[in-house]
Nanobody, 124 residues
Framework: QVQVVESGGGLVQAGGSLRLSCAAS????????MGWFRQAPGKEREFVAA????????NYADSVKGRFTISRDNAKNTVYLQMNSLKPEDTAVYYC?????????????????WGQGTQVTVSS
């Protein structure tokens, strides 16, 4: 069993930056692909970014490419999401997720463990 806990959300003005963190329990963190998703009110949860087990490969949704950066520190069992040039449409609850698989994937159904989410609000 893996537990993930997000932190770092908050209120920021458009054009600003935030860094989200996701701390994961257990000794298997380095063997798991990790991902970030988000869900805005009235919308489905959508893929934001994912990172391979070593951190050498990343994948981003087109809507955040060039603005967001996912990274991980396996020594600290933590994955990060650096968000720059934030826009009001980035407002959502952001979720960290871990998969039992070894292939980097944007598919929500492939992730097995989810955090409770952290709210990000971008004002115009």
């Amino acid at each position: 069993q893996v537990q993930v806990v997000e932190s770092g959300g908050g209120l920021v003005q458009a054009g600003g930056s935030l860094r989200l963190s996701c701390a994961a329990s257990g000794r298997t963190f380095s063997s798991r692909v990790m991902g970030w998703f988000r869900q805005a009110p009235g919308k489905e949860r959508e893929f934001v970014a994912a990172i391979s087990r070593t951190g050498g490969t990343t994948n981003y949704a087109d809507s955040v490419k060039g603005r967001f950066t996912i990274s991980r520190d396996n020594a600290k069992n933590t994955v990060y999401l650096q968000m720059n040039s934030l826009k009001p449409e980035d407002t959502a609850v952001y979720y960290c997720a871990a998969t039992n698989g070894v292939v980097i994937t944007p598919a929500r159904g492939n992730y097995d463990y989810w955090g409770q989410g952290t709210q990000v609000t971008v004002s115009s």
